[in-house]
């Protein structure tokens, strides 16, 4: 039996009871696939300055490090919004992918076939679309110097090194290679120099990947491209903004936030978690759509852990539970045979992963 160090961070808000929801799933595939899991919760966000003073306590960096990989709900709430910003919530997340080392942030968006009606595109348009965007995150103008303000100006930076460009590319044709075996890579070359280094570096890297085919975009067709033909899409290699900004416009051709998994990756460690944040709005009262969390564990499965079985299985019982009707609230007015709540749609994703 294989066994895996896991860190749980539930966080604030329905973080909590999505994590179970999805710890719940992940026992039941381990029961199935000779696997066992050894949670360790630790403490991240409004609940983690509760307790400590500190939205991100040292021990918690530290034992996230000391796992396989870190599942992750979400963070944030009125209740901390007025505290000064190094004590907020966020900061402790931007902090914790910094020191964990993330650079690579990875987002598919998969269009449900049972979903199709919630998509704001047509069918026909985004029916198969399956795109996985890879974006660098923890380089580019959030980071760059020099930055500043005076009354009359302000300044941010876009800086990328060499080293930053490799790294991001090697993930995302090795991901590449796993899936449609097309990447296309996405710029601003046309204007800035540090995307006409960043294009001439991923060519560079390309060479090493001779079964995976390799096309350049400028950002602003990207744009355009992503809702005028999604499906030509496998891959996407992006920079920090841009990756920004696209990742949100892929994840929305999918219908609900609820439905979208995440996984933030580096050298040392990789942190799993959905896309949205706490929905402080209904939390407590057991509506919450669990799947974007569960997807996150079987992303986890897949690329931390290399049990892409699991993976698979947990993957094919999210969309049987679709394709029967099962629905949280968030998604009743699409094609609901039954409305059943976090709890529930978690048990019966676990109860068919394990079929
Ligand atoms: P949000 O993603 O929490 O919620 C946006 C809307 O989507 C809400 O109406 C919410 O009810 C709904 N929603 C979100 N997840 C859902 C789910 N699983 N099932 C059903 N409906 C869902 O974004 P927000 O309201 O802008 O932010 C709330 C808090 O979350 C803020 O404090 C914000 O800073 C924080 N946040 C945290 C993260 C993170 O932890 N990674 C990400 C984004 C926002």
Not at 115 to 127: G, H, Q, R, T, V
Not at 167 to 193: E, M, P, Y
Not at 222 to 246: H, R, S
């Amino acid at each position: 039996m294989k066994s895996y160090k896991i860190a749980l961070i539930k966080g604030d808000g329905i973080g909590p009871e999505i994590i179970d929801e999805a710890t719940k799933v992940l026992d039941a595939i381990a029961s199935v696939c000779d696997l066992h899991f050894d949670y360790e919760e630790v403490l991240m966000g409004g609940i983690a300055y509760d307790m400590t003073g500190d939205p991100l306590p040292q021990e918690t960096i530290n034992k996230s490090l000391n796992s396989d990989a870190v599942l992750f709900g979400a963070i944030g709430g009125q209740k901390w919004d007025a505290l000064p910003r190094e004590k907020r919530p966020e900061s402790g997340l931007l902090r914790f992918r910094k020191e964990l080392g993330v650079y690579a942030n990875l987002r598919p968006a998969v269009v449900y076939d049972e979903l199709i009606n919630a998509s704001s595109l047509k069918p026909k348009i985004i029916k198969g679309v399956d795109i996985m965007v890879v974006r660098e995150l923890i380089g580019g103008i959030y980071f760059g110097e020099p930055k500043g303000r005076t009354q009359e100006k302000g300044w941010n930076t876009m800086v990328y090194t060499r080293e930053e460009i490799v790294r991001i590319a090697h993930q995302a044709f090795r991901i590449a290679q796993t899936r449609g075996k097309k990447v296309c890579s996405i710029d601003k070359a046309n204007v800035l120099d540090v995307s006409q280094l960043w294009r001439d570096v991923v060519t560079e890297i390309s060479e090493q990947y001779p079964d995976v085919a390799l096309t350049h975009m400028y950002v602003d067709n990207a744009a355009m491209q992503l809702v005028l033909n999604p499906k030509q899409f496998d891959v996407m290699l992006t920079g920090n903004i841009f990756g920004d900004i696209l990742s949100d416009e892929a994840s929305m051709l999918c219908g609900s936030i609820g439905l979208l998994p995440s996984a933030s990756v580096g050298e040392k460690i990789g942190v799993y978690e959905p896309i949205h944040g706490s929905a402080p709005d209904i939390a407590g009262q057991g509506i919450a759509n669990p799947i974007a969390t569960i997807a996150s564990a079987s992303m986890m499965l897949r690329y931390a852990l290399g049990e892409s079985e699991a993976a698979d299985k947990i993957d094919r019982a999210i969309k049987r539970t679709l394709k029967e009707g099962y629905r949280t609230q968030d998604l009743a007015q699409f094609d609901a045979k039954e409305v059943c709540s976090t709890s529930e749609m978690g048990s019966i994703i676990a109860n068919y992963a394990t079929k």
